[in-house]
Nanobody, 115 residues
Framework: QVQLVESGGGLVQAGGSLRLSCAAS????????MEWYRQAPGNERELVASITHGGSTVYADSVKGRFTISRDNTKNTVYLQMNSLKPEDTAVYYC?????????WGQGTQVTVSS
């Protein structure tokens, strides 16, 4: 069983930066692919960024060049550095851990970007 706890969300002006953190409990963190999703009101949950156990990354087109996902396996933590934030980045951001057939979700953290 893995528990995920996100932190770092908040209110920021457009053009600003935030860093989200997701701390994982349990064993074998290093084998999980870690992902950040987001969901804005009225929208489906969408993948923002993903990082494999080997460090390979994937980004949504909408955040490429602005967001960076990273992980520290010694701290069982994954990060999402968000720069040049836009109002359309406003959403609840969720951490997701997966290694099939297992997958786990965090409770989410709100990010609000004001114009």
């Amino acid at each position: 069983q893995v528990q995920l706890v996100e932190s770092g969300g908040g209110l920021v002006q457009a053009g600003g930066s935030l860093r989200l953190s997701c701390a994982a409990s349990g064993s074998f963190f290093s084998i999980y692919t870690m992902e950040w999703y987001r969901q804005a009101p009225g929208n489906e949950r969408e993948l923002v960024a993903s990082i494999t156990h080997g460090g390979s990354t994937v980004y949504a087109d909408s955040v490429k060049g602005r967001f960076t996902i990273s992980r520290d396996n010694t701290k069982n933590t994954v990060y999402l550095q968000m720069n040049s934030l836009k109002p359309e980045d406003t959403a609840v951001y969720y951490c997701h851990a997966r290694t099939p057939p297992q997958n786990y979700w965090g409770q989410g953290t709100q990010v609000t970007v004001s114009s």
